[in-house]
């Protein structure tokens, strides 16, 4: 079945230093969502692409979505205490069964 | 305000006996998930509503039930044949079915001993 992938499953930085979560799907993806994950909190959507080659941006974070819509990447630049957390990508498949597809998620930590 | 509520927030239970998570929406949202936390993995689906009185299961069905009897209301319950029932469990809603933006609900750690 269809999944989906994502690097790296921890990532520590220093505060101001850049950080980046990368997500790869076995198949054609037809949009991606991020979420972002406070820890014991619930899931809080972020933004979600839909077009090939897609970028948005909010703020410090910067979201991409591939050409070929199979692999999507947030980059986050100059890390704050407030971006600790876990960084989720889903997918709905093109194939469309509607259900959405989670990654393992990305946990950020940053060191002030 | 509106949102998603789940309750309770922590439930403990003996090994054994079946417990009913309940999840309450008052967005007007047709679709609603139950999703599986465990750590170290992603979200993986137990069952989804696309519209009041359907549901399906989803990729992790086996040992769970639920019901959508009304649009605002989607419990799920934890039957004794779930192998291995503790972890945190999300409830979430969506407008329609399909490639729309998900609200979840706070979360009910389930610990069964």
């Known amino acids: 079945g269809q999944q989906v992938m994502q690097i790296p499953q921890y990532q520590h930085v220093q505060e101001g230093e850049d950080f980046t979560t990368y997500c790869n799907s076995s198949?054609?993806?037809?949009?991606i969502q991020w979420y972002k994950q406070r820890p014991g909190g619930h899931p809080v959507f972020l933004i979600q692409?839909?077009?090939?080659?897609e970028v948005k941006k909010q703020k410090r974070l910067t979201f991409q979505f591939g050409e070929a819509k199979k692999n999507s990447s947030l980059h986050i630049t100059a890390t704050q205490t407030t971006d600790v957390g876990t960084y989720f990508c889903?997918?709905?498949?093109?194939?469309?069964?509607?259900?959405?597809?989670f990654g393992q998620g990305t946990t950020l930590q940053v060191k002030p | 305000d509106g949102g998603i509520t789940q309750s309770p927030k922590y439930l403990f239970r003996k090994e054994g006996q079946n417990v009913t998570l309940s999840c309450e929406q008052n967005l007007n949202h047709d679709a609603m998930y139950w999703y599986r936390q465990d750590p170290g993995q992603g979200l993986r689906l137990i069952y989804y509503?696309?519209?009041?009185?359907?549901?399906q299961k989803g990729d992790i069905a086996e040992g769970y039930s639920v019901s959508r009897e009304k649009k605002e209301s989607f419990p799920l319950t934890v039957t004794s044949a779930q192998k291995n029932p503790t972890a945190f469990y999300l409830c979430a809603s969506s407008i329609a079915f399909g490639g729309y933006e998900q609200y979840f609900g706070p979360g009910t750690r389930l610990t069964v001993t």
């Open positions: 198949t054609t993806l037809s949009n």
């Open positions: 692409l839909v077009k090939s080659g």
């Open positions: 889903a997918g709905h498949g093109s194939s469309n069964t509607g259900k959405l597809i």
């Open positions: 509503s696309q519209i009041v009185n359907d549901f």
